[in-house]
């Protein structure tokens, strides 16, 4: 372990903030935070984190290093996230392994998580030669109208613990080819990995003569966060995390008029239609509903079953959990590790305890596992006689509940019943059921699959969700928009002025 | 950090879960979600049950402290 954390420049304690190369910031009025290892419990290293001082210090830096950052051309600004790339590329390995080690999710999706860091990076690099205006039509003569993008000004980037360096990559690769810069204020679960990627950065800016560009400030959210969230400097606030604190987050933004990309809570459904391939429904239900320990943000929660299949499903699906082997993340062969914290765990405890109370029948699981540590849990399948009010909820476990449907009408009556509308996916051979679902009258979520569980988005397309999922688009397509200022020009090259609407002003 | 171990309204809630787990339990029974997608609200405990709309505060937060001493006697 020690040889892995100084691999990746980690020490025994770490300053938790940084403003570029050999400038960690340290405050000795810092707290310490402790970063603990889920599947045993022990402390892997220590950090400072942020003061009001030491923030104050970072945003400064970004905020200068706005004004020469965006008089860089976006190609070249590219070619700092294509080497970006290149280094997360050679620490693959490392970088994988300490996610795991310190979130908990197993090595293959440690090394998926790395991997979409370096694909968001190849994507930015391909963007970095396009951001794209349109030219206008205009209605008077000799006129040219046109839109252009512009860069908008330093980001803060808030991520969750579940996805501790993927998700900082799809917004800090489209961030800077657009020309901002970005402070990341990181989970407090999973301050290590932060300081790992923020050191692979430092190597890429000082490389490139930069700072201020890639920025770090670990902290509590009621410190550093709401620091953030207040400061008129920070344009576009990109926050991940629950609803309630979306919430909180919007409303502080929008008070000082800045912008946000909210990615929130998911209740994500897979709907098996009467007519599904069920071996195909039976793996994907498996992978969406107990990957990552149920802790994606596009975990399958919800699993709307037509009566014909449900029995059969509900059967293979307990087989299929009986067979997930649960235990050290990585070590090969283990599909399941530990939940993120004690407090996850008692929250799905909480949760169980709550569906029982509501009618739920406990059908495999619902136990902690005391013998593999404190944070390990049974992947759980609750059966619900009906969708009762916490199932509405988003529980942040590896708990599913079943529930049964008459017909489609029904099923998607339920499946958009909830607050959230992050993910969705139906199973189906059918033509006619397929695009019902995804027209206007079927989910209403940001991301819906055929034949493909919820979870498992590629970095190509769009990321986000409607309703109380936030409204926001991370990644890929067309999302970089929202890290830009768009600008509508005219340009008059006649010799006259004519107003637009024919208006005659004489 | 909590001196006698004693949560009060003003206790922040990524304090709370970080040193008693099992009052996130208790506030769920109470109808209170202090994580949500695994990360605490940020602000105290005071902050939350104000959001919440919980009529007595105070009094819910004597019950936790009861809570959690019965817990770890």
Not at chain 1, 205 to 229: C, P, T, W, Y
Not at chain 1, 265 to 277: E, M
Not at chain 1, 324 to 350: C, F, H, T, Y
Request: hydrophobic letters at 40%; proline letters at 4%.
């Amino acid at each position: 372990m020690k040889e892995l954390l100084e691999k990746l420049g980690i020490k025994e304690v770490n300053p938790g903030v940084c403003a570029g190369p050999d400038d960690w910031l340290e405050d000795s009025q810092g707290k310490e935070l402790i970063s603990t290892n889920p599947t045993t419990g022990e402390p892997l290293a220590k950090v400072i984190q942020a003061t009001e001082n030491t923030y104050e210090e970072v945003v400064s830096q970004a905020e200068s290093s706005f004004y020469e950052w965006r008089m860089t051309p976006a190609p070249k600004r590219g070619l700092a996230v294509r080497d970006l790339g290149q280094a997360l590329r050679d620490l693959k390995e490392p970088l994988s392994e300490l996610v795991s080690l310190e979130m908990g999710k197993i090595k293959p999706e440690g090394l998926g998580e790395v991997q979409e860091m370096i694909d968001i990076c190849d994507f930015a690099v391909g963007l970095s030669r396009q951001l794209y205006g349109l030219t206008i039509q205009s209605e008077r003569s000799r006129h040219r109208m046109y839109e252009q993008w512009h860069p908008l000004g330093p980001i803060g980037v808030v991520t969750a613990f579940n996805f501790p360096v993927a998700v900082w990559s799809w917004n800090t690769a489209v961030a800077v080819v657009c020309g901002d810069p970005v402070v990341w204020k990181p989970s407090s679960e999973v301050p290590l990995t932060a300081i790992a990627v923020q050191n692979i950065a430092n190597k890429v800016m000082a490389d490139h003569g930069l700072k201020g560009i890639f920025n770090l400030a670990i902290g509590r959210g009621s410190v550093v966060g709401e620091q953030m969230i207040n400061d008129r400097r920070i344009s576009l606030i990109s926050f991940t995390g629950s609803t309630k604190m979306g919430r909180r987050v919007s409303e502080a933004v929008a008070k000082r008029f800045g912008r946000t990309i909210l990615e929130l809570g998911g209740n994500n459904a897979i709907i098996v239609d009467k007519d599904a391939d069920l071996d195909l429904a039976v793996r994907a239900v498996l992978f969406a509903a107990v990957g990552t320990a149920g802790q994606r943000c596009t975990t399958t929660r919800r699993l709307i079953m037509h009566k014909s299949v449900a029995s059969e499903l509900t059967e293979r699906i307990v087989n299929a959990y009986k067979q997930v082997r649960i235990g050290d993340p990585l070590k090969d062969g283990i599909l399941m590790g530990p939940l993120v914290n004690q407090a996850a765990v008692e929250d799905m405890m909480g949760a169980l305890e709550k569906a029982k109370e509501q009618g739920g029948e406990v059908i495999y699981g619902g136990n902690r596992l005391p013998d593999l540590g404190e944070r390990f849990v049974e992947p759980t399948i609750v059966k619900m006689p009906s969708q009762t009010e916490i199932v509405h909820q988003e529980t942040f476990a590896p708990i599913l509940y079943l529930l049964e449907c008459e017909n489609l009408d029904e099923a998607l009556t339920l499946h958009n019943e909830v607050p959230q509308g992050l993910s969705s996916a139906i199973f189906t051979t059918s033509l006619l059921s397929a695009e019902k679902f995804l027209s206007h009258e079927g989910s209403d979520c940001g991301l819906a699959n055929v034949n493909i569980g919820t979870s498992g988005a590629e970095i190509g397309g769009a990321f986000g969700g409607e309703k109380e999922t936030g409204g926001g688009r991370e990644s890929g397509s067309d999302a970089w928009k929202a890290y830009m200022r768009r600008q509508t020009t005219t340009i008059n090259w006649s010799k006259e002025l004519p107003l637009a609407q024919g208006i005659k002003f004489e | 950090m909590m001196g006698e171990s004693r949560v009060t309204l003003k206790t922040d809630i990524e304090e709370l879960v970080k040193e008693f787990p099992e009052s996130v339990k208790f506030l769920t029974s109470r109808e209170v979600r202090c994580i949500k997608c695994g990360e605490p609200f940020w602000g105290s405990i005071g902050d939350l049950l104000e959001e919440e709309e919980i009529d007595d505060p105070q009094g819910l937060v004597e019950e936790l402290n009861q809570y959690i001493k019965e817990k770890n006697s």
